[in-house]
């Protein structure tokens, strides 16, 4: 709408300086057409549910949690953040993290620990799977 009203604002948007102003306007705009096109955006993130999971591992979690936060990360580029509740990924890059550092399975603690945060081991085991698929982590992981 700005460069209806100054032909020279399409212009500068180019310039970085510009730009970095201009940013959260750009966003707001972009939010306003999505939300006239009736689409919902709002994606909540495993990290809370990961940082609780993690304090029940308080001895380990030192290690854990950068493999576990750079799985989630990993996955943000992925179809899992559809395909699966938050706190679904969060058990998940857990397990899987450990099992990649190697040092320390959390599914030999106590399988039940999943459970606790809502998690089936059968859903658990469709995600790892579907990891295992995407990653090709099969010498990896192991059942």
């Given amino acids: ?49 990961l940082v609780s999971a993690l304090k029940k591992f308080d001895d380990v979690a030192s290690w854990l949690a950068p493999t576990a936060w750079s799985l989630l990360r990993d996955w943000l580029q992925t179809s899992l953040y559809m395909q699966f509740e938050p706190h679904y990924l969060a058990v998940a890059a857990l397990h899987i993290s450990s099992v990649i550092l190697k040092n320390w399975d959390v599914s030999d603690s106590d399988i039940g620990w999943i459970e606790e945060f809502h998690v089936t ?21 192991v059942w």
């Fill in 1 to 49: 709408m700005i460069h209806k009203k100054n032909p020279v604002a399409a212009l500068r948007i180019k310039h970085k300086e510009v730009l970095e102003q201009e940013k959260e306007l750009i966003r707001r705009a972009e939010l306003l057409v999505l939300d006239t096109l009736d689409c919902d955006l709002d994606v909540a993130l495993p990290y809370p549910t």
């Fill in 121 to 141: 081991y059968q859903q658990f085991s469709d995600i790892c799977q579907q990891v295992e698929e995407m990653r090709d982590l099969s010498n990896i992981i």
